[in-house]
């Protein structure tokens, strides 16, 4: 525990994820290729040209660079890809894409109530929102439990998270897109977006997310 965070080994951390996600089943989600690093390496899907952001080597170079320590993981995007069409709800419940939030860096997770290393990671998101939000840069956390509010409001009450929005997305077609990218095979997933809505960096698995390699690498991002 760091910080009055919930901390867990890496290594530990990922094989939950990978347990939680085959458990989970309605996600349907599987395991592609072997173990490189802290991550697992997710077999790639061509975009069509329109897809990619064009001239963001410097930038992903940098952020490649400060993927260290407890963000490791982080795989830079090579290439570039664009997310600014991914949907999903606004915290006001209003169905919103990527490029509603133009102007902002941001990291995106995608989190579950069944995830047990989401549950794990969710106050130290929770923390790095309350440093480091702004104008320039917010996490967003996207819950895709499927079924009704109920039960992600209450986990989220219950661990008094309230510096992140209530992004939501109950019908697994975000998951689904990332999947059908090559940037999914289970949960969490989270993906480093710069203010133009093109994709910095990803990665399977958790993180500490309020550690200052974290912090580290969303300034490199900025």
């Given amino acids: 525990m760091a910080n009055g965070k919930f901390h867990l080994p890496t290594g530990r951390l990922i094989a939950l994820a990978i347990v939680a996600g085959m458990s989970a089943g309605a996600l349907g ?4 290729g072997a173990p490189s690093g802290n991550n697992l390496q997710v077999a790639s899907v061509a975009e069509p040209a329109g897809n990619t952001c064009p001239a963001r080597d410097e930038k992903t170079a940098s952020v490649d660079a400060a993927a260290r320590g407890e963000v490791a993981a982080m795989l830079a995007a090579k290439p570039p890809l664009s997310m600014k069409e991914l ?5 006001d419940g209003t169905p919103m894409t990527v490029a509603d939030l133009s102007g902002k860096t941001l990291l995106i997770n995608l989190w579950a109530t069944w995830c047990a290393p989401c549950r794990h990671e969710m106050p130290a998101l929770d923390q790095l929102q309350q440093d480091m939000g702004s104008e320039d840069f917010e996490v967003v956390a996207v819950n895709v439990d499927t079924g009704d509010d109920e039960k992600p409001k209450a986990f989220l009450d219950e ?4 510096a992140l929005g209530y992004y939501r997305d109950s019908t697994l077609g975000l998951f689904n897109d990332l999947k059908r990218r090559g940037l999914a095979f289970g949960l969490p997933v989270t993906l480093l977006v710069d203010d133009e809505g093109c994709l910095l960096a990803h990665m399977n698995g958790p993180a500490e997310w309020a550690s200052d390699d974290a912090k580290r690498l969303i300034e490199a991002a900025m």
Avoid: S
Avoid at 29 to 32: H, L, P
């Fill in 29 to 32: 989600v599987y395991v592609m």
């Fill in 87 to 91: 949907a999903f709800n606004a915290p």
């Fill in 159 to 162: 661990i008094e998270v309230d």
